[in-house]
Nanobody, 124 residues
C-alpha cells in the first residue's frame, strides 16, 4: 500500500520548536524525492522544503531558511522536518509529499503521493 503518514504536529509558543515526521510505505518512498508543504486557512498550499532521494540536494522556501531543516532516514522510510524559532505565521496544516524521481521540486504538481497532514499551531 502506497501511503504517507505525518506526525509530530501540535501547539507551540512563538520561538519554540517542533519536529515533524513522515513515515512512507510502498512506492511512496522508493527512490523518491520528498517534500513538505503547508496550507494555512484561506490560503493555497505552499512549498516549505524538499530533498533528493539520497539527501544531497535540498531546497527551502525563503520564509523558512535558517529555521527549518529537512532530513531523511532511508533505512526507516522516514523524512523529517525540524522546525525552530517558530512564528505565528508558520501556523498551518503541514503535508508530506513524495515524487517518484530522485530530484526535489518546489511545485505541488510534481508530487505523486500526499499524506493527510498534521496541524501546527504557533501561539503569540
Amino acid at each position: 500500500q502506497d501511503q504517507l503518514v505525518e506526525s509530530g504536529g501540535g501547539l507551540v509558543q512563538t520561538g519554540g520548536s517542533l519536529r515533524l515526521s513522515c513515515s512512507a510505505s510502498g512506492r511512496a518512498f522508493g527512490a523518491s524525492a520528498m517534500g513538505w508543504f503547508r496550507q494555512a486557512p484561506g490560503k493555497e498550499r505552499e512549498f516549505v522544503a524538499a530533498l533528493s532521494w539520497r539527501g544531497g540536494t535540498l531546497t527551502y522556501a525563503d520564509s523558512v531558511k535558517g529555521r527549518f531543516t529537512i532530513s531523511r532516514d532511508n533505512a526507516k522510510n522516514t523524512v523529517y522536518l525540524q522546525m525552530n524559532s517558530l512564528k505565528p505565521e508558520d501556523t498551518a496544516v503541514y503535508y508530506c509529499a513524495a515524487r517518484t524521481t530522485v530530484l526535489p521540486s518546489s511545485r505541488k504538481a510534481d508530487y505523486d503521493y500526499w499524506g493527510q497532514g498534521t496541524q501546527v499551531t504557533v501561539s503569540s
